[in-house]
T-cell receptor, first 113, second 108 residues
Framework: DVKVTQSSRYLVKRTGEKVFLECVQD?????MFWYRQDPGLGLRLIYF???????EKGDIPEGYSVSREKKERFSLILESASTNQTSMYLC????????????FGSGTQLSVL | GIQVEQSPPDLILQEGANSTLRCNFS?????LQWFHQNPWGQLINLFY???GTKQNGRLSATTVATERYSLLYISSSQTTDSGVYFC??????????FGTGTSLTVIP
């Protein structure tokens, strides 16, 4: 079975801290994504990556950065966490071609106090 | 980007009832998917359906690509069907636009 694993289910951080969210997939997918989910707003794309060391901004990249050093791992970094970054963060992956399904991890609920 | 509208936003059903969820797109998409988010937050891919009709057990989906909408049918609903249903679509392999979801509650 397809597996996308996010390192933490719940995370509580202080304002100004540097936060790392990790995501690992075991399906040899080229594409990896980071979304945030907020009530009433659906899922919004933060960043995606289509290859190792490649990254593209999504719709809401401000305040975030990403790292993809290995094909299976995609990290989301909050350089200086703020309270408005309290959210559910979802990692996803897919094959590169367009007609492929998107698979999600179980999410990380981040609270910034 | 592409705007995705889902309806209804909320739905409460008695167990055993049928329902239809709708997803409208502001532009054509050639990759359309339906997801179910369970109460624990896990998003499960239900269908990849850029056009036509597919069935999986009590669930089926139909996409009319020329009219830019898709329907998800749930028959004989069960309490385990509760959660939020999302549709998402795009035209490249790396950009999916999501609707705001339909929150379904099935009561016994």
């Amino acid at each position: 079975d397809v597996k996308v694993t996010q390192s933490s289910r719940y995370l509580v951080k202080r304002t100004g801290e540097k936060v790392f969210l990790e995501c690992v997939q075991d399906m040899d997918h080229e594409n990896m994504f980071w979304y945030r989910q907020d009530p009433g707003l659906g899922l919004r794309l933060i960043y995606f990556s289509y290859d190792v060391k490649m990254k593209e901004k999504g719709d809401i990249p401000e305040g975030y950065s990403v790292s993809r050093e290995k094909k299976e791992r995609f990290s989301l970094i909050l350089e200086s966490a703020s309270t408005n970054q309290t959210s559910m963060y979802l990692c996803a992956s897919s094959f590169w071609t367009n007609n492929e399904k998107l698979f999600f991890g179980s999410g990380t609920q981040l609270s910034v106090l | 980007g592409i705007q995705v509208e889902q309806s209804p936003p909320d739905l409460i059903l008695q167990e055993g009832a049928n329902s239809t969820l709708r997803c409208n797109f502001s532009d054509s998409v050639n990759n359309l998917q339906w997801f179910h988010q369970n109460p624990w937050g896990q998003l499960i891919n239900l269908f990849y359906i850029p056009s036509g009709t597919k069935q999986n057990g009590r669930l089926s989906a139909t996409t009319v690509a020329t009219e830019r909408y898709s329907l998800l049918y749930i028959s004989s609903s069960q309490t385990t069907d509760s959660g939020v249903y999302f549709c998402a679509g795009g035209n490249t392999g790396n950009q999916f636009y999501f609707g705001t979801g339909t929150s379904l509650t099935v009561i016994p």
